[in-house]
């Protein structure tokens, strides 16, 4: 039944969600537990660069500073506070039709003046740190902005890896949307948070959901197209909350929330450790 071992699903967070996910990531290799060890991986919006650097094999130590392009004079990203509102204002009134509500805020992304798609790759370049497709299996979700049907970019896609994580993190008001083939993507977690329904075929499933605590997240639905055997969910605790600040997109609470990650490991991993560990040995 099962025809991969171990997958896990990094929801979306702003760049404060990024800092606290490097952190867990980084004491849970510590304590034990690698998550760059999973067969596969599934990245949406913020998730999308951790997920990137750990299937690169990289040390998620390396994001316990917020990283800049080199060429970068640090001017952080231009929000587009109008478009921003009415992207949230469409989305609060969303239930009834979500397909039309995602279409909505595509033509909202494409009309915001959130600055040049390139400075936002140079940022996502950065953050990423590395320029092509692992070896270990990759997805990347994303929204078409013009039609607001789900894309999932992987190393088969002809999406260069930079830029469908730019795509994945591109929401409406704050960044622009990424031109990939023609197409223009903005962020995935508009669909969903996670997109823990994309690994499917994994006997354990493990989904880090970084702003559980502002949208709480149903994911029966989603956990059931997966299928696993076990499912753990990890979520921030109160400490890292209270670390986050009011505002997931404030980079001066960069390294309070990685230092938070880090210190909420030890109890994940207490979570994780006999799930990641017996994998497909597990009854």
Sequence with gaps: MYTLDRALALGAGGPVGAAWM???????????????EADLIVGTSTGAIIGAVLATGQDPGRLATPVRPAASDGTPPQVDERR????????????????????????IALVAETGPEQAHLDRMRAMVGAGQWPDRKLLIAVLDAETGEQEIFDRASGAPLPS???ASTAFPGIYPPITI???????GSLQSATNAGLATGA??????????????????????????????????DPASIRAFGSNMNDRTAWEPAYQAGLRQAADAAEQLHFAWKTGSDAD
């Design 22 to 36: 490097a952190g867990l990531a980084c004491g849970l290799r510590r304590d034990g537990v690698d998550l760059s």
């Design 84 to 107: 921003l509102g009415e992207a949230f204002a469409v989305l609060r009134d969303a239930a009834s039709n979500p397909a039309e509500a995602r279409r909505r805020v595509g033509r």
């Design 164 to 166: 469908a994580v730019a």
């Design 181 to 187: 083939n023609g197409r223009r993507y903005m962020d």
């Design 203 to 236: 006997r354990t499933l493990v989904v880090i959901d970084p702003q559980a605590h502002l949208f709480p997240h149903d994911l029966h639905q989603e956990l059931t197209v997966a299928g696993a055997h076990t499912v753990v969910t990890i979520e921030p």
